[in-house]
Each structure stands twice: as structure tokens, then as C-alpha cells.
Nanobody
Framework: QVQFVESGGGLVQAGGSLRLSCGVS????????IGWYRQAPGKQREFVAG???????NYEDSVKGRFTISRDNAKNTVYLQMNDLKPEDTAVYYC?????????????WGQGTQVTVSS
């Protein structure tokens, strides 16, 4: 069973930046697509960004132009660079293996990393 360890969250002011990391317990070379998801208080978990094995990326509309997803297969790690953060980005962020066609997650969740953006 693949496992994920998310890190890099924290408290930041609006307009600030954070870089999240997702460590994966197996080689990411064999994983077709990986995504970042988030869950805000009182809301359902939602898709944020995804990246394919070939480097193709897709983003949820509200983060386009502000967030960038990348992967380093040599380190079995996926990153999420978040710039120009807004209070509405406040959530627990998770990564997971993703179905490219639907952006739906397919594995068990890690513990996530908390991102809090103050206004």
C-alpha cells in the first residue's frame, strides 16, 4: 500500500508563498499521475492540481496562475509551489495517486499538511 507524507504547510499572510512537499513511499516513476487536494473546514475535499508522468499539469480554476505542481522522480517527491496565497486557500493539503481522466484520488490519504492564510 502506497503511503504519502505531506509537509511544508504553515501560517502565512495573504500574498505570501509556501512550498508543499509530498513524499511517496514507492517509486513515482511507476505512478501515472499524482495530485494535490485540499479540505477546508466544513467543506468536502477538493482537487487542486495534478501532474502526469510526462509532466502534463492541470489545475483547479481558482489556483491557476498562482500554484505550480512539479515532481522529482529521483526523490519520489511531488511539490506544490503556492504563490499569492489568499485566505480562501486555508485548508489541509493532501497528495494522492490520481486518475488522469477524472482527477479522482485512488489511494488512502496521508496526514496532510495545514496551510493557514491570514488576511
Amino acid at each position: 500500500q502506497v503511503q504519502f507524507v505531506e509537509s511544508g504547510g504553515g501560517l502565512v499572510q495573504a500574498g505570501g508563498s509556501l512550498r508543499l512537499s509530498c513524499g511517496v513511499s514507492r517509486s513515482t516513476v511507476s505512478i501515472n499521475a499524482i495530485g494535490w487536494y485540499r479540505q477546508a473546514p466544513g467543506k468536502q475535499r477538493e482537487f487542486v492540481a495534478g501532474i502526469s508522468s510526462g509532466g502534463t499539469t492541470n489545475y483547479e480554476d481558482s489556483v491557476k496562475g498562482r500554484f505550480t505542481i512539479s515532481r522529482d522522480n529521483a526523490k519520489n517527491t511531488v511539490y506544490l509551489q503556492m504563490n499569492d496565497l489568499k485566505p480562501e486557500d486555508t485548508a489541509v493539503y493532501y497528495c494522492n495517486i490520481m486518475l488522469r481522466a477524472t482527477s479522482r484520488p485512488v489511494a488512502s490519504w496521508g496526514q496532510g499538511t495545514q496551510v493557514t492564510v491570514s488576511s
